[in-house]
């Protein structure tokens, strides 16, 4: 896996892509959450966790598939199922969308629409 860019998405709750993510658009697609509308596609998506199904494994490696994943996801804590997904995605594709852990002063530091790079080592910088 490469290092990946993208401009932050900061999601205000945290998302099941099951149900959450339209994997053929990249369309944040839950009715009730705060950003429905919203297209991960290409965007690093913050959030303080997942949310959910083991589903959201399949989603995800599902966009990677259709070219609609996010580039990258940071959370606050742990999520074996995005992990999961990410990667079946590269075993399938050869894609792997990093999922990067960070403390919640950090993860609360990054401002919607900020330009960050993802390290191949899991390192998140401001471009």
Known sequence: M?????R???????????????????????AHHPQRGAR???????MPSG???SSSASVLAEAVRARTAPA??????????LAIGSAVAEELYGVAVPIVVLPADRLAAIRDGTALLIGRDGSVKTA
């Open 40 to 46: 991960l596609t290409g965007r690093v998506v913050v």
């Open 72 to 81: 990258a996801i940071l959370l606050g804590e742990p999520d074996l199922i």
């Open 8 to 30: 932050a998405l900061v999601l205000d709750e945290p998302l099941s892509l099951w149900g959450g993510m339209d994997p053929t658009t990249g369309e944040l697609i839950d």
């Open 51 to 53: 949310r959910g199904s």
């Open 2 to 6: 490469t290092g990946v860019s993208g």
